[in-house]
């Protein structure tokens, strides 16, 4: 059964930067990261093809986050910059099957097989 650990969570002020990491026990296909805030849905905030070769942001992130890989680690790593405290919540990693390569640019959470336990991250203003 596939694995994905998160780290790198924490609180900070308004404007800094964090990095956040999710290490996968095997090859996974797309991967991707996700926030949920408390009351509020999980939503979408980049993924990842397996090859690295595609990426996909959502809006309120584009320009601030960057989302990669480390395939000799098996780890996917988010840097985050210029946070903002709507950024707070709990980033979720997780991952599509090891054939299904391709994210197809649909941030989704419903074609994700594989979720992390989750790691917070607060952003004070």
């Known amino acids: 059964q596939g694995r994905l650990v998160e780290s790198g969570g924490g609180s900070v002020q308004a404007g800094a930067s964090l990095r956040l990491s999710c290490v996968a026990s095997?090859?996974?296909?797309?991967m991707g990261w996700f926030r949920q805030a408390p009351g509020k849905e999980r939503e979408g905030v980049a993924m990842?093809?397996?090859?690295?070769?595609?990426?996909e942001y959502a809006d309120s992130v584009k320009g601030r986050f960057s989302i990669s890989k480390d395939t000799t680690k098996n780890t996917l790593y988010l840097s985050m910059s210029s946070l903002k405290p709507e950024d707070g919540g709990t980033y979720y990693c997780?991952?599509?099957?090891?054939?299904?390569?391709?994210?197809?640019?649909?941030?989704?959470?419903?074609?994700?097989?594989?979720w992390g336990q989750g790691t917070q991250v607060t952003v004070s203003s």
């Open positions: 095997e090859n996974f296909g797309c």
């Open positions: 990842i093809d397996s090859d690295s070769s595609a990426t």
């Open positions: 997780a991952a599509r099957r090891w054939w299904e390569n391709a994210c197809n640019g649909v941030l989704t959470p419903t074609i994700f097989a594989y």
